[in-house]
Each structure stands twice: as C-alpha cells, then as structure tokens.
C-alpha cells in the first residue's frame, strides 16, 4: 500500500491518519476535508464557543512529521473502485483522487426540520459562530430536541440572558438515549436555569417568525435551534459497491467489504461482539479510539474494537457521564436519591454491571466502566451505598477500606467529605431503550 486517502478532515480522520504513522505506514497520505478549517474539536462548539470563550478548538497535530497533505475545502462526491485489482478512484469536487488505501471518515450531517424560515444547527464552527452572533440578551431562542445537543445550546444561551423554550417531542427529555425514567430525572434542570421546557411538543414547520406544531399552535421565536439528530453523511458513497444501511457496514476491525477501505466515526455502523449487534455510535470517543485499530485493519493486521461505550454532556452546570450500554438489564440502582445535587444510576442484568449514569459523580464514573470492561458482578445492596466505592462493591472482592476510613466517591473538593445523602433503595424496572443502533 503506497497511497491512502482519509475522507473526513474531523477527529476520526486526524486519529486515523496519525495511527497510520505511528503504526509504521510509510508510503503517500492525503487527508480530504469539507471545510475549509484544519481539523478541530466539536465538543467545544456547543460549549466554550457558543459562551464566547473559545473562537478556536482546532487539534494539535504535527503536521510535518504526519508527512500528510491537505485538501481542505474539497467534498467527496462519488467513489469508484477497480475491478479485479485494489485501490481505486476519489471522486471529489476538485476533481479525482487514486488511492489504493480509503479511509471513510466523513461525519454525520444535522437533521433539519421542514418549512421555510430559519434554523440554526451546531455542527461545524461556523454553525457555532453564526448562533453565537444571534444569542443577545433577550432574544427568544427556540430549540427543539431536549437531547445532549438542545440541552447545552440551552445551558448557553440562557447564560447569555436570552428567552429559551425547548419543544420535545417525546415525554421526556433524553427518552431516547437513556428512558423515560432517567429521562424525568433532568426535567427540572430546565426550571432551575429559567428554561421553558415543553414536553409532547412535536413541531411540523419552521415558520418565518417562529414554529408550527402539529398541533396547529403557533409558538414565536427570534432564533430556532434543531436539536434533532444527525444522519452519516454517506450519500457520496451510492453507487461505490460497499454495503451501505445507515451508516457504512463495517466488522469489529472497521473493514468494510473492500480490504482496502476502512470507515470510522460517526459513519461507521461497526460490529460489537460485546454487545452482540451493529452500532453506530456518533460520540467523541469512538472518533478519537476506533482509528488504532482501523489503521491496524487497513495495513492488514489483526484488530477489533470493541470497548464499553462511553459518551458525555455538559448541561445547567451539571457533568453528565455515561458508559456500557443498558438494553439487556433487569434492575436499576441509584446510589444517592436523584433528587440530590449529584447521583450515580446503575443498569445490572443479574448481578451484573451493565451501564453507569454519573451526574457530577466522576469516580462512579470511572471505576463503574473499568468494571463493565470486566463484566463484574456487583454485590447490590453494597452497590446502593453511595459512600462505598465502586471499585469495592464487586462480588468475591475483598474492600480495600481500612477500619474507620471514610468513602468518597465524588468529585474532588468540597465534596470529598463524608456523604451524608440519604441512601437509595434499589429499583427493579424493565429494559430501558438503547442508545442508537442498526440492525446488524
């Protein structure tokens, strides 16, 4: 392999290119990218930016030793493999590209919602800045999707004095993501940061002066926000020969049906054999971990990928960490009552750790995905004691806690005292919805 070509000038694209390297690749890459930025850090957008603390998330590279040309400002168009031989042809908007190595690295790109007034998304940097410029004190901003995306332009704009109503379509904010009993836990976030949260509000129009439900009702804004999601950007890829359902079908490696294409990111629908499905996961840290073991893949060593899922939010002042996945369990335990500044929840199927949910609690977060990387099993009624760590409520393991020591499992500081928060009891409820997956 001589040539490689990475499509996607994002963090998956950067990882991907850099892993190349380090991996020993040594012949021609070439890095392809939509935007007209070198690659940056998304997660800032809909935080630091949109604060205007930050005009510049851009990733630190070294360019020079990456030995990696840019094409920025170029979009894929179409692509075309040889037949009979590896490699093939880029289709671009400068024109082709040959390869015999493909990196898919392209994203996801925002859903919009229909009619014909305007809407702001948060995607790229851009996205970010043109907000930023319409959140003045007192403007109404309307954002519709109580998911991770609405719920930290809502932290941002109502910290920049604006009027913010969030609409949602389902019953619950993050239904979708972590169930409706999770989901009620954050409704009054909204309150307490002078959010105006409206449940079962499904809009049918973005209308010239605000939206349309389909209820008929009129609500006004001066900005709207879509917080609805993201489909793969993979349309360039119609017609290419590569299985292609809602994002690029790859294997636990990342190969997809051409040896000499790999994809990763939020376009990659890969195989886990953790969890015994296809997931497409459009989250920071499969972009920033998948790439070592796509490049393994595509310079045809043995690779997976395969880890505990992990993912996080910064919303109303509140850190919102999650990792494992919790289809498959039987029982919920809260440590802590969820009505107390900070609280852990934990998904078991048995007794064992399936998923972890910290708010502003980051050792439960930490310890809990090391033991679902473990596949622990949990004594549970020492798993419910929020001043047990979790490291130590593991079946069969000795606690490490010496006499008259006192727990901590909070953040660091004030909190790290002894937790005097009311103990919760353990709550048997049924399977909670999955995060975002396709069928295998």
């Known amino acids: 392999m001589k040539n490689v070509i990475v499509v996607g000038g994002g963090l998956a694209g950067l990882r991907t290119a850099g892993a190349l390297r380090t991996q020993g690749y040594q012949g021609e890459l070439t890095l392809v990218g939509a935007e007209h930025h070198r690659p940056y850090d998304r997660p800032p957008l809909t935080k630091a930016v949109l604060a205007g603390e930050s005009d510049d998330t851009t990733l630190p590279a070294d360019w020079e030793r990456l030995r990696c040309g840019l094409r920025l400002g170029q979009r894929a168009r179409a692509l075309r493999f040889h037949d009979g031989r590896p490699g093939g042809v880029l289709e671009t908007t400068a024109g082709p590209l040959d390869f015999d190595g493909l990196v898919i690295a392209t994203g996801a790109t925002p859903i919009r919602l229909p009619g014909d007034g305007s809407q702001h998304v948060v995607r790229t940097l851009e996205d970010a800045r043109g907000l930023r410029a319409s959140l003045r004190p007192g403007a109404r901003v309307l954002i519709v999707g109580a998911g991770w995306i609405g719920a930290e332009v809502a932290t941002a704009a109502a910290k920049k004095g604006c009027r913010v109503t969030v609409l949602e379509a389902a019953a619950t904010p993050l239904a979708a993501v972590l169930g409706p009993e999770l989901g009620v836990l954050t409704v009054g976030w909204y309150a307490e940061a002078g959010v105006e949260l409206r449940l079962g509000a499904e809009v049918a129009s973005v209308d010239h002066d605000g939206v349309t439900l389909t209820d008929g009702r009129s609500v006004p804004a001066d900005v709207v926000v879509a917080g609805v999601g993201a489909r793969p950007e993979v349309g360039w890829l119609a017609g290419s020969g590569l299985d292609v359902q809602r994002g690029v079908v790859v294997d636990s490696a990342l190969r997809t049906t051409r040896a000499e294409a790999v994809a990763v990111g939020d376009c990659a629908a890969w195989w886990s054999e953790r969890y015994g499905r296809r997931l497409l996961v459009e989250h920071w840290e499969t972009a920033d971990k998948a790439p070592e073991a796509a490049a393994a893949a595509l310079l045809g060593r043995p690779a997976a990928y395969d880890p505990p899922l992990y993912f996080w939010s910064e919303q109303f002042g509140r850190t919102v960490q999650y990792a494992g996945h919790h ?97 919760s009891a353990t709550r048997l409820t049924p399977p909670l919805r999955s995060i975002r997956t396709c069928g295998a």
Request: one cysteine or more; glycine letters at 6%; proline letters at 10%.
């Open 327 to 423: 289809s498959a369990a039987d029982q919920m335990v809260f440590r802590c009552s969820p009505d107390s500044s900070c609280w852990t929840a934990l998904w078991v199927n048995g007794n064992r750790l399936e998923a972890v949910l910290a708010v502003d609690r980051p050792r439960d977060l930490v310890q809990g995905r090391r033991l679902i990387a473990e596949s622990a099993e949990l004594d549970i009624r020492l798993a419910a004691d929020p001043q047990v760590p979790l490291r130590d409520v593991v079946r069969g393991r000795a606690p490490a806690r010496r006499p008259g020591a006192r727990w901590s499992t909070g953040p660091v500081g004030p909190a790290d005292q002894p937790d005097r928060r009311p103990r």
